[in-house]
């Protein structure tokens, strides 16, 4: 299984990017599927997850500017981000749970100019 991320870049304060991360293998079925993001020299944190029947969660953070949504036929997940901000800098990693195992991304980088 090998997730593909696209989607990133450089954009300034108030703009926005849609991330796509596509999964290609054999794939029966792909539980809950998610975005991560690191940035420099801080931990790994959760940004927006959604399951196969469409029920979401998000960082407090990204509440009301970031929406996940996800193809179920396309193995695809996506992230609309809205209103970027300069804090919203950082590595965008896609994870996928199929058949109880964690598949990652090798990340995507977000840059927001103030």
């Known amino acids: 299984v090998q997730l593909v991320e696209s989607g990133g870049g450089l954009v300034q304060a108030g703009g926005s990017l849609r991330l796509s991360c596509a999964a290609s293998g054999t794939i029966l079925s792909i539980n809950a599927m998610g975005w991560y993001r690191q940035a420099a020299g801080k931990q790994r944190e959760l940004v927006a997850a959604?399951?196969?029947?469409?029920?979401?969660n998000y960082a407090n953070s990204v509440k009301g500017r970031f929406t996940i949504s996800r193809d179920n036929a396309k193995n695809t997940v996506y992230l609309q981000m809205n209103s970027l901000k300069p804090e919203d800098t950082a590595v965008y990693y896609c994870?996928?749970?199929?058949?109880?195992?964690?598949?990652w991304g090798q990340g995507t980088q977000v840059t927001v100019s103030s």
């Open positions: 994870n996928a749970d199929i058949a109880s195992n964690s598949y």
């Open positions: 959604i399951t196969r029947g469409g029920t979401t």
